[in-house]
């Protein structure tokens, strides 16, 4: 009997080692390193090279792409208000050659299109732009016009300044710009351009049909952030320019917008939870 015993003893030495050999620790916590999945604590931020070294890299945050910086100040280029310490290199109210109108001769994203038309449901007057993601998402043409240079269907003629798109702010045509951000300062700010283009604004409602040289567009506010606009297409969907990125006709949660005032507009850089109408826009 005390012969087994010691044989029962042994046994449990030696599978307690086998199971030591293999168990490792981080911050206290043991793991079973057989085992393939990373452990709860420990944090993965090596990747391969091609001659098979590993190398340490530097952790990149989901939007780190869409931070610049200006005399070492950080901002988002995803929001339309220009920097705080960013000034246009020149002066509209002296050079009106500094942006152009935008040709639309291209076809649109027929694709898109297609399902966009499907979720329409506001009128069109005819007078509507094509959803053109080909020209407007273009590395040439993206960083050359925010929101309103994209309502406004213009684009910065400066292809040197990577920031050229934020020379879009409502009153950039004679300098009579916005003061604050409201609604009722942003129209009077983009009456002044409105003129200044040959060219007017009205306010609108959901149900208005524009005219055949018209289209609707519909402005909203970020409380002390950001203002933003969107513009229906020809498709009679809604598309909009975060900033200097890409066009899209995607709400915050990756909806088709079919109506920019019941649309998510709360995106991780801005939550623009104010609504500060429809209106209509001449050509």
């Avoid at 939007?63 to 929001?79: A, M, P, Q």
């Avoid at 993601?133 to 309502?151: E, L």
Wanted: proline share 4%; charged share 20%; glycine share 8%.
């Amino acid at each position: 009997m005390k012969k087994f015993s010691s044989w029962i003893l042994a046994i449990v030495l030696m599978l307690s080692l086998g199971v030591t050999a293999f168990a490792a620790g981080t911050d206290g916590a043991e793991i079973d390193i057989r085992k393939n999945v990373a452990p709860d604590n420990f944090s993965y931020s090596r990747s391969i090279t091609s001659d098979g070294a590993a190398v340490v890299e530097p952790e990149v945050t989901a939007n780190s792409e869409f931070i610049h910086k200006i005399n070492g100040k950080e901002f988002d280029i995803r929001r339309n208000v220009a920097p705080d310490n960013y000034q246009a290199r020149k002066s509209m109210g002296l050079d009106k050659a500094a942006d152009q109108a935008v040709g639309q001769a291209t076809a649109a994203d027929t694709k898109t299109t297609k399902y966009k038309s499907l979720l329409a449901s506001m009128p069109t007057g005819g007078g509507e732009y094509p959803y053109n993601p080909t020209y407007w998402n273009d590395s040439a043409n993206v960083f050359r016009a925010n929101c309103y240079g994209y309502i406004l269907n213009r684009i910065a003629n400066d292809t040197s300044d990577p920031l050229a798109g934020y020379m879009f702010q409502p009153g950039y045509r004679t300098g009579n710009y916005y003061t604050s951000l409201t609604a009722s300062a942003i129209i009077t700010a983009v009456k002044s351009d409105m003129k200044d283009l040959g060219r007017t604004i009205r306010s609108s409602s959901y149900s208005e049909t524009p005219g055949s040289n018209e289209y609707k567009v519909a402005l909203v506010i970020a409380p002390g952030t950001d203002y933003h606009w969107y513009r229906q297409d020809s498709d009679g969907g809604w598309s909009h320019k975060p900033g200097l990125t890409n066009i899209d006709y995607r709400d915050a949660s990756g909806n088709f917008i079919s109506d920019p005032q019941t649309c998510d507009r709360n995106y991780s850089y801005a939550n623009y939870s104010t609504w500060g109408g429809y209106y209509i826009v001449s050509k």
